[in-house]
């Protein structure tokens, strides 16, 4: 299966980078079955780093990782799902133990239905039942090494702004 990655810098040899930031899924590589997606966040953070270029990279997933691995898969906006993404997202020092991590992007338009349930606002529920009305994207999180042996680059497209 083909996967994408979006960067500043063509990214021929994955790696496991901590991030100055909270993310989804927690540290490592992530990617998307959507080259628009990788695309849109290249953009985004040539825009963010003032780059005039960046990439977005192609890999040849090998999908018996979900089986040979420890995987955690998350289909559709789940009750684990929420939970998993807010003990990443707020729960400093948090750490899980899956190698690969399979499940929908928490993108902006999400984040403002997260950030209602957070404050309390709506429930659990609801916020679940708002998600699946969205066209929700997924990404693909390589929290180990091991995980890492599963994917093959392809190729990097440049991309210009």
């Known amino acids: 299966m083909k996967i994408y990655h979006g960067s500043i810098d063509k990214v021929d040899t994955p790696e496991i980078r901590e991030s100055n930031r909270t993310l989804d899924y927690g540290r490592g590589f992530y990617t998307t079955t959507s080259y628009k997606q990788a695309e849109d966040w290249v953009k ?3 825009g963010e780093r003032k780059v005039s270029k960046g990439y977005v990279c192609e890999y040849e997933f090998d999908e018996t990782a979900l089986h040979n691995l420890k995987a955690l898969v998350f289909e559709t906006p789940t009750d684990e799902w929420v939970d998993f993404v807010m003990q990443n997202r707020t729960q400093k020092g948090f750490v899980h133990e899956y190698d690969l991590v399979y ?10 239905a997260f950030a209602l349930y957070e404050g309390g606002l709506i429930d659990k529920k609801t916020l679940i039942s708002e998600l699946k009305t969205y066209t929700l994207v997924d990404q693909y999180l390589f929290h180990t090494s091991e995980a890492l042996e599963y994917i093959k680059f392809v190729e990097a497209k440049e991309i210009v702004l």
């Open 44 to 46: 985004r953070r040539m």
């Open 103 to 112: 499940g929908p992007v928490a993108n902006d338009k999400v984040y403002a």
